[in-house]
């Protein structure tokens, strides 16, 4: 079945810097990779998506690039703000599951 | 319009006790998810509904937990009896179709004394 390893746990960067999530997955027949926010004690709500017939998208500030050779993809937030602090999460969806990455916290420092 | 809708926000019961969460999600949305999520970790899939049907309960524990969607709307995932290990939030999501956006209610955080 499908595997989802994402990088790093834990992400602390400087206010304005920029700040880049990567996930990798094990089944080449995924064609679906989703990112989800997460703020403390809230629900995960869909921040951008990629299908696997486009390498990268742009949404304002946030980004996200698939290499389905490597199958490999990440998430680029540039400029980042304070209420960018939270946990992100990758997942990729293979027969129809939508099977996730452990998290990765982000830490914005004033 | 309003989004998944979860109850109850939380719970606190005591083991071997039995305890049921409801979700109602978005209106028209077809697929249903049921999700469990343990302190820094991702969601995990409980059991996914296309309308009434349970179409993967592959990793839902069928010894103590039972799910159902009457007439493909409203939900409810039951665990009878509650143990000790079956704190965490449980999360019900929603989606238009298999393939699409999934849309998450704010979840229900069970804590099993």
């Known amino acids: 079945g499908e595997n989802v390893e994402q990088h790093p746990s834990t992400l602390s960067v400087q206010e304005g810097d920029s700040a880049v999530i990567k996930c990798t997955y094990s089944?080449?027949?995924?064609?679906?990779f989703p990112w989800y926010k997460q703020e403390l004690g809230k629900r995960p709500q869909l921040i951008i998506d990629?299908?696997?017939n486009v390498g990268e998208k742009k949404d304002q500030r946030i980004a996200v690039t698939l290499n389905k050779t490597a199958k490999h993809f990440s998430l680029h937030i540039t400029e980042t703000q304070p209420e960018d602090s939270a946990v992100y999460f990758c997942?990729?969806?293979?027969?129809?599951?939508?099977?996730w990455g452990a998290g990765t916290k982000l830490i914005i420092k004033p | 319009e309003a989004g998944v809708v979860q109850s109850p926000r939380y719970k606190i019961i005591e083991k071997k006790q039995p305890v049921a969460f409801w979700c109602n999600p978005i209106?028209?949305?077809?697929?249903l998810y049921w999700y469990l999520q343990n302190l820094g970790q991702g969601p995990e899939l409980l059991i996914r509904y296309e309308n009434e049907e349970a179409v993967d309960d592959s990793q839902l524990p069928k010894d103590r937990f039972s799910a159902e969607r009457l007439k493909g709307v409203d939900s409810t995932l039951k665990i009878q009896p509650a143990e000790l290990g079956d704190s965490a939030v449980y999360l019900c999501?929603?989606?238009?179709?298999?393939?699409?956006?999934?849309?998450f209610g704010q979840g229900t955080r069970l804590t099993v004394v």
């Open positions: 089944d080449s027949a995924s064609n679906y």
């Open positions: 997942a990729a969806r293979s027969n129809y599951q939508l099977i």
């Open positions: 999501a929603s989606s238009l179709e298999e393939n699409t956006e999934a849309f």
């Open positions: 209106s028209g949305h077809n697929t």
């Open positions: 990629i299908r696997s």
